[in-house]
């Protein structure tokens, strides 16, 4: 029983976090809006909420289906949506991620930390992963290029365990 309790705790901080990055981003890009003197809609919340619940990298296509999914008897548009992550970006709400092959995937960026990219050129995974050391040497780098960093991506291109062991016979 305390097992489940701790568990039902942790559940509800998680969903609490969510809400909370849910209402910072429609802050966020409602600020955006009123600086532009752009309409803020309800389409364009409704892809913010959507945005917000997304773990990891995401293309056009994967949002469009999630909202379909989720809202049968929405009339969003896979145009609306194109048309509304430039003023995304520009929010500071994604960023373009990994670009693969001329398909741009974004992640979010709000309620996100700094992070790289492992990408394995087999089956297309993405690992993301956190490194010290790495952030450091990059940020020595642009102190003595005196460079201004908005953010960083790295990736690192190759072969997971799996995908390397795959095409060991294809090297022999």
């Known amino acids: 029983m305390h097992l489940s309790c701790n568990k039902g705790l942790w559940m509800n901080k998680l969903v609490k976090e969510k809400e909370s990055n849910i209402s910072e981003a ?3 890009f409602r600020q955006y809006c009123s600086k532009k003197k752009m309409r803020y809609t309800r389409e364009r919340e409704l892809i ?56 741009v995937v974004y992640e979010r960026m709000l309620g996100r930390f700094d992070h790289d990219h492992l990408r ?3 089956c297309g995974n993405i690992i993301e992963f956190c490194s010290k050391d ?39």
């Open 26 to 28: 429609i802050g966020v």
């Open 48 to 103: 913010i909420k959507e945005i917000c619940t997304v773990d990891g990298h995401f293309n056009v296509d994967h949002l469009f289906s999630r909202l379909r999914e989720k809202n049968p008897l929405s009339k969003i548009a896979k145009t609306s949506i194109y048309r509304s992550v430039p003023y995304f970006l520009d929010a500071g709400l994604l960023r373009e991620s990994i670009a693969d092959a001329g398909h």
């Open 120 to 122: 394995c050129l087999g």
């Open 134 to 172: 790495l952030e450091y040497a990059q940020k020595k780098i642009c102190e003595k290029e005196k460079f201004k960093v908005l953010w960083r991506t790295n990736v690192i291109n190759g072969y997971c365990q799996t995908c390397f062991i795959k095409q060991e016979p294809e090297r022999s």
